[in-house]
């Protein structure tokens, strides 16, 4: 991957500009810079290793060179992101999970911000905002992808194991073919932002759902309930032990199958 065979490769999608590194921190971060001085709708940070990259929490994200895909998207917000910004989450996942369905995989998401494969973990995705205020300038909807199996960090015990594109399909897939059908799906899930039809699929596409789940946030005791859908936010909506409706705001929270 070099930033020639992306510029060819992109040339006919809208992009608002595209910054690639051999090496980088965070893309994040560098949208974000480059975010706060002026990069147009769409602008693209894209890297072929991470050295300091995150998902929530501060947690370290696993990218190294020649295996994953590790890229930001700036978004100037439009009306939907203005009305419903909590939902750029979902505009990550649900067009990750529509590509990865493209090339026979059957995706899940796991809300709010990760995308399974059979159980196991094989994206993350980070969005973090710009505001003046209480308006919003930019969105950057940034993801991480683990693509070859070489991305996978060798991490024994977890919940959701990671796993590659390559050890789902049985066959490596290419980065920028793999990237563009991402931005292709992300720019037509975004013009369907503030429908409600982008709830629904996002709902469609939710790992454990009709399922009791677990959720846990910081040291206090797990809610247990089935997980029915999405509030229009994005909120998770369960059904309590009790068969009260009850919705699970964004934050630092884990959530898994209570089966």
Same mark, same amino acid.
């Given at each position: 991957m070099n930033e020639g065979q992306l510029q060819k490769a992109f040339s006919s999608l809208p992009l608002g500009g595209l910054r690639y590194f051999n090496s980088i921190g965070s893309t994040n971060d560098e949208a974000l810079t480059w975010s706060s001085q002026g990069a147009p709708d769409l602008s693209l940070t894209i890297a072929d290793e991470q050295t300091a990259g995150r998902g929530r929490s501060n947690r370290k994200w696993f990218t190294p060179p020649g295996s994953a895909l590790a890229f930001s998207l700036i978004l100037r917000p439009t009306e939907g992101e203005l009305t419903y910004p909590s939902r750029i989450t979902g505009l990550g996942a649900l067009a990750l999970a529509d590509s990865l369905r493209t090339f026979g995989l059957s995706p @899940?998401? /796991?809300?709010?911000?990760?995308?399974?494969? =059979?159980?196991? @973990?094989?994206?993350?995705?980070?969005?973090?905002?710009?505001? +003046? $205020?209480?308006?919003?300038?930019? +969105?950057?909807? $940034? %993801?991480?992808? =683990?693509?070859? =199996? +070489? +991305?996978?960090?060798?991490? /024994?015990? %977890?919940?959701?194991?990671p796993t590659s594109i390559e050890s789902e399909l049985g066959h490596p897939l290419d980065r920028i073919e793999l990237l563009k059908v991402i931005l292709l799906s992300l720019m037509k899930w975004r013009n369907d932002l503030g429908e409600n039809k982008f709830i629904h699929a996002w709902e469609d596409s939710l790992a454990f759902r009709g399922e009791q789940i677990q959720i846990i946030k910081d040291q206090q005791e797990p809610l247990t309930g089935e997980l029915i859908g999405l509030e229009p936010d994005g909120r998770l909506i369960i059904r309590t032990s009790e068969g009260d409706l009850q919705d699970i705001p964004f934050g630092e929270l884990h959530v898994r199958s209570a089966l």
């Open positions: @899940k998401i /796991k809300w709010p911000n990760d995308v399974l494969i =059979n159980g196991g @973990k094989v994206a993350g995705i980070l969005v973090e905002s710009v505001w +003046s $205020g209480d308006v919003l300038l930019a +969105s950057v909807l $940034g %993801m991480g992808v =683990n693509v070859l =199996n +070489s +991305s996978t960090p060798r991490i /024994k015990g %977890m919940l959701f194991p």
